[in-house]
């Protein structure tokens, strides 16, 4: 069944349904045009937003680990609901983007109040969902603070990293995926999309045309990899009068810079991302 556009709903009328990580990813791309970051932040912070979200997703599965970045903890299966997934995704998200987009805080503040989620801590303290949501999140930022944060590029409407996340999300409505489905996607997706970012600036010349270019080009490469590969069977579903494309090709034109690092960059990114959901950090 496709879904609706959750942001075109008040958050009353999309509490409780299908979409918590995309109606998230939608806030951080508002968040993003609001602020007007390079291409590199833009990246890291949807990288970092949908970590955290699957940090605190793999808590409450029975296979999934956390990253390097995450504090590990599994909760019993009578504690797994879909409701309480939902809502430690929600706290992970609006605590994650709060301090990414300080000047964006009210927006975040009101959507988890139309969720009819409290900003406190609930009943249950650390292990509360709303507790697993918090030290996720509190973990990762830690992680990047030590670490810092790339230098921020020129400014764009709508950073590449946030046109493949539209692609994403027509994936999600169009295929009807769940949280479960889409907190996967968008885990391996993001991270694709920063590690291509990184790769795509650093083999890029000085100047900045060539450094957003080359971006640009390995971002989508990198995106259209993880997409073909979490869809793959369903990949043929995926074409639509494009001349024998799917939506996420027709993104990338021949020759652009970075697309064979940024292939591989992708690829990488998608295999990690599913040794975690799998639990099969040991192998490679």
Not at 87 to 102: D, E, V
Not at 141 to 151: I, M
Not at 189 to 205: F, M
């Given at each position: 069944?496709?879904?609706?556009?959750?942001?075109?709903?008040?958050?009353?009328?999309?509490?409780?349904?299908?979409?918590?990580?995309?109606?998230?990813?939608?806030?951080?791309?508002?968040?993003?045009?609001?602020?007007?970051?390079?291409?590199?932040?833009?990246?890291?912070?949807?990288?970092?937003?949908?970590?955290?979200?699957?940090?605190?997703?793999?808590?409450?599965?029975?296979?999934a680990r956390q990253?390097?970045?995450?504090?590990?903890?599994?909760?019993?299966?009578?504690?797994?609901?879909?409701?309480?997934?939902?809502?430690?995704?929600?706290?992970?998200?609006?605590?994650a983007l709060g301090?990414?987009?300080?000047?964006?805080?009210?927006?975040?503040?009101?959507?988890?109040?139309?969720?009819?989620?409290?900003?406190?801590?609930?009943?249950?303290?650390?292990?509360?969902?709303?507790?697993?949501?918090?030290?996720?999140?509190?973990?990762?930022?830690?992680?990047?603070?030590?670490?810092?944060?790339?230098?921020?590029?020129?400014?764009?409407?709508?950073?590449?990293?946030?046109?493949?996340?539209?692609?994403?999300?027509?994936?999600?409505?169009?295929?009807?995926?769940?949280?479960?489905?889409?907190?996967?996607?968008?885990?391996?997706?993001?991270?694709?999309?920063?590690d291509a970012s990184?790769?795509?600036?650093?083999?890029?010349?000085?100047?900045?045309?060539?450094?957003?270019?080359?971006?640009?080009?390995?971002?989508?490469?990198?995106?259209?990899?993880?997409?073909?590969?979490?869809?793959?069977?369903?990949?043929?579903?995926?074409?639509?009068?494009?001349?024998?494309?799917?939506?996420?090709?027709?993104?990338?034109?021949?020759?652009?810079?970075?697309?064979?690092?940024?292939?591989?960059?992708?690829?990488?990114?998608?295999?990690?991302?599913?040794?975690?959901?799998?639990?099969?950090?040991?192998?490679?």
């Amino acid at each position: 069944m496709r879904r609706e556009n959750f942001l075109k709903l008040d958050p009353g009328a999309a509490a409780g349904m299908a979409g918590t990580v995309a109606c998230w990813n939608r806030l951080a791309l508002q968040a993003i045009r609001a602020a007007q970051p390079g291409p590199l932040a833009a990246a890291r912070s949807l990288a970092i937003l949908h970590t955290c979200m699957y940090n605190a997703w793999a808590a409450y599965d029975g296979a999934a680990r956390q990253t390097a970045h995450g504090v590990t903890v599994r909760l019993p299966c009578a504690e797994r609901s879909a409701a309480s997934k939902a809502c430690a995704m929600s706290h992970a998200a609006w605590y994650a983007l709060g301090k990414r987009f300080p000047g964006q805080q009210a927006m975040f503040d009101d959507w988890m109040t139309g969720l009819g989620l409290g900003l406190g801590l609930a009943p249950g303290g650390q292990l509360s969902p709303a507790g697993i949501g918090r030290i996720q999140a509190v973990s990762m930022l830690d992680s990047c603070h030590r670490t810092g944060t790339p230098a921020a590029t020129a400014a764009a409407a709508e950073p590449a990293p946030g046109r493949w996340c539209l692609v994403a999300h027509s994936l999600s409505e169009r295929e009807g995926h769940d949280d479960d489905q889409d907190v996967r996607l968008f885990f391996a997706l993001a991270n694709a999309l920063a590690d291509a970012s990184i790769a795509g600036w650093g083999g890029a010349h000085a100047r900045e045309t060539a450094g957003a270019c080359a971006i640009h080009g390995s971002a989508g490469a990198a995106a259209n990899e993880v997409i073909r590969r979490f869809e793959g069977e369903m990949r043929n579903e995926m074409r639509s009068g494009m001349g024998g494309r799917t939506r996420a090709d027709t993104h990338i034109g021949a020759g652009s810079a970075g697309q064979e690092l940024g292939r591989q960059v992708g690829a990488r990114a998608f295999d990690d991302a599913r040794r975690h959901w799998e639990g099969r950090l040991g192998s490679r």
